[in-house]
């Protein structure tokens, strides 16, 4: 009775360890959820941060009017717009 239930448990043993669902699969699987984890982390953050900024465009006029500065090159209705051009720069 003995040696059956060894050969039971070697056989149960084998099928865990080197079968394609055994125990090789199953640290595959955490390793792959343990990257998605992390992944996930890195967009939550960046996800909130774009979050912020467009509570932040929605809400005040400041935010859009430096975004329109800086991407557009806005000019406001009071403000005077200075070029300096170098010597070097200038065609004869």
Known sequence: MLVILATA????????MFSS??????LKLREAVAEQS???E???ARN?????EVVN??????AAE???RTDLGLIGASET???VVSVADRAY
Request: glycine share 8%.
């Open 48 to 52: 909130a941060a774009l979050d912020a």
């Open 21 to 26: 669902d055994g125990y090789r699969k199953t």
């Open 81 to 83: 717009f200075y070029q």
């Open 38 to 40: 992390a992944l996930n």
């Open 9 to 16: 448990a070697a056989f149960l043993l084998g099928e865990l």
């Open 57 to 62: 465009l929605k809400q005040g006029l400041e």
């Open 66 to 68: 430096e975004r329109a």
């Open 42 to 44: 890195e967009l939550r």
